[in-house]
Nanobody
Framework: QVHLVESGGGLVQPGGSLRLSCVVS??????????MGWYRQGPEEQRELVAQ???????DYADSVKGRFAITRDNRKDTVYLDMNNLRPEDTAVYYC??????????WGQGTQVTVSS
């Protein structure tokens, strides 16, 4: 059974930074084959893709976070990270980690709350 556990959320002031982590367990040696993504869902909003990184290490970002967020992965630790800088109040949301591949169903974590407020 594949499990994703996010951590690193919290309360931060505008302009601040946070690093989110997502550890994947139960995948055996399959983690490196997953495309990993970070999504977020604000209050009364639909879940949206924030950033993704393919198994080859290619990255893509939502326009709203380009230049401020960075997604990376460590295949030795079965972990994906989201470094968030220059945070804005509109970045407030629950952030979810996603693991996907052509031969598996998508897997989701439980989410971690990020609140940007003074």
């Amino acid at each position: 059974q594949v499990h994703l556990v996010e951590s690193g959320g919290g309360l931060v002031q505008p302009g601040g930074s946070l690093r989110l982590s997502c550890v994947v367990s139960g995948s055996g040696n399959f983690f490196s084959k997953f495309a990993m993504g970070w999504y977020r869902q604000g209050p009364e909003e639909q879940r949206e893709l924030v950033a993704q990184i393919t198994s080859a290490g290619n990255t893509d970002y939502a326009d709203s976070v380009k230049g401020r967020f960075a997604i990376t992965r460590d295949n030795r630790k079965d972990t994906v990270y989201l470094d968030m800088n220059n945070l804005r109040p509109e970045d407030t949301a629950v952030y979810y980690c996603n693991a996907d591949s052509p031969v598996t169903p998508p897997y989701w974590g439980q989410g971690t709350q990020v609140t940007v407020s003074s």
